[in-house]
């Protein structure tokens, strides 16, 4: 009787869902696509490509016809009268301009009169007295620093060195003064203080203090209510030694109390 060869076959979501691997030559067909793949024995179903087939040859072209002839351009139609111009405002005439009139003679010039005599000094009146002193003002106010509080150092007892630079002005009888500087710096001892002038007019300024400004000066406050500790800046002229007011820099270098 005769053999009858049925190909493996199923629907593509099947083979897809399933995705064997068809041995080497065996071919699958999808029977809602109409198409089969050919294994190789390894590749699964899904990455198989569908079996084409051999291309057959390209078929002749349609052999496009001959372009026809144009056909000739119409006649341009007559160009239609162009519409009257309107008319424009014409300006009126300018008047005659009337003849200027005569300039009328120049006055004369009167005489100078004669300078007065000048009249006699009178006499210098006596100096008032002089007025009473005004009111020392307040010089122990701590200025604004112009620079904030850095550490540039440390003490022999390894304890930090602190720089403040101090702005100020002395006042008209040239002088500054700056108090309370335990509790203003935690001041424990200075190890520099200095001071320069702002305006370079080859004026000078000395330093004053009510503690001893040589080597690093240690400040006691004293415990039995004397006098409180304090620095001070005088300003003189270069030329006379008298007092003037200037613009100067503390700059003071110095331990702490706190560390």
Known sequence: MPYRILLRRDL?????????????????????TRKFKIGDGQTPWSQLQYYMGVTGPAGISDVPGATGATGATGATGPTGPTGPTGISNVPG?????GPIGSTGPTGVTGPI??????????????????????????????PSPSSPEIVVGSWIDGKPIYRKVISGTTDAAGWWQMLQLQTSLSLKSFV???????????NYITIKSAVNLSGPLIVIPSSTGGSTPWIGV?????????????????ILDFTKTTD
């Open 113 to 142: 009169g004669s300078t007065g005599p000048t009249g006699v000094t009178g006499p210098i009146g006596s100096t008032g007295s002089a007025g009473p002193t005004g009111a020392t003002g307040n010089s122990n106010v701590y």
């Open 234 to 250: 005088q300003s003189y002229l270069s030329t006379s030694s008298s007092p003037i007011s200037l613009g100067f820099l503390v």
């Open 12 to 32: 593509s979501q099947n083979w897809n869902y399933n995705d064997p691997v068809l041995m080497s030559g065996e071919p699958g067909y999808e029977m809602d």
């Open 93 to 97: 005439p300018t008047g005659v301009t």
């Open 192 to 202: 520099s203080l200095n001071v320069l002038t702002s305006d370079g007019s080859g």
